[in-house]
């Protein structure tokens, strides 16, 4: 699933390509028919991010909901259009330029009210000038769920993923298994900091890096990470150890990032 940074650098790169243009709009898959046939020929006037999810604004006050989920992806061109390729559940057509969005989890048009609902129930998000960090803090400090699936649980904090809650957590020794109102205020404090250092070297490089002082790898995805898949921790040479929390693969050396007592261990 893409993480947070993905979903903010595809607002910045969309937005000179759509923004103040009346925009053709189709569901080529027949998915999104409906939707299309609402927003074909409406003024873009705006895209925003929050954590996973993107929304273009419309003139008419309508608002297209897009979460990409596993699956998902955008892909971008210059005009003429080619052929769609694969499912593609909707294109957007400027003057310039084409914009499918293939196999996404939710595509859907929204009014202001579902707009405030939606955002509403979202976490503060890391990248946003808006963000308000005391509402994740409120949370996280009164929970006893390990701060490995807090910093997953997009209501909490938004734009945080599976990558970066392993590397974020080594970064900070701190254990995927402590308990949320175990964690000090000041850790916290770092944890955020660094959260929003690092997604925004993410945006930057349209790439996961979470090594200091490194450029992106020429992997697919350009991804350098500390801890995430690999064998041994860079800082002590321990085993990393893998785990699941809520079904979901973490890391962590626990060496460098000590368990929690058992007994304050989530069950």
């Not at 955008?74 to 052929?83: L, Y």
């Not at 002082?213 to 990393?240: H, L, M, Q, W």
Request: charged fraction near 25%.
């Amino acid at each position: 699933m893409p993480e947070g940074h993905t979903i903010h650098r595809a607002a910045r790169d969309q937005r000179p390509m759509l923004v103040g243009q009346a925009l053709d709009i189709a569901s080529p898959q027949g998915r999104f028919a409906e939707g299309a046939d609402l927003l074909d020929g409406q003024t873009c006037t705006g895209i925003d991010a929050y954590g996973k999810h993107l929304l273009y604004r419309f003139a008419g006050g309508a608002v297209l909901h897009v979460h990409l989920g596993l699956f998902g992806q955008f892909r971008t061109s210059k005009r003429p259009a080619a052929e769609p390729r694969g499912a593609v559940r909707v294109r957007m057509m400027s003057s310039s330029h084409v914009v499918d969005i293939n196999g996404p989890t939710i595509c859907e048009v929204l009014d202001e009210a579902g707009v405030l609902a939606l955002t509403s129930r979202i976490g503060p998000d890391v990248l946003r000038a808006d963000a308000d960090p005391e509402r994740a803090w409120q949370r996280i400090a009164k929970s006893r769920t390990a701060i490995g699936q807090l910093l997953m649980d997009q209501s909490v904090i938004a734009g945080i993923g599976n990558i970066y809650r392993s590397e974020i957590l080594w970064r900070q020794r701190l254990h995927p298994q402590v308990q949320g109102k175990s964690v000090t205020r000041e850790k916290y404090d770092s944890i955020w900091r660094d959260a929003v250092n690092l997604l925004e070297i993410g945006v930057k490089n349209n790439a996961i890096i979470t090594v200091d002082g490194v450029k992106k790898s020429r992997s697919r995805y350009g991804e350098r990470v500390n801890i995430f898949g690999k064998p041994f921790c860079p800082a002590c040479a321990t085993d990393i150890r893998k785990f699941e929390i809520a079904n979901r693969r973490v890391f962590a050396c626990e060496t460098c990032q000590p368990p929690a007592p058992l007994a304050d261990v989530p069950t």
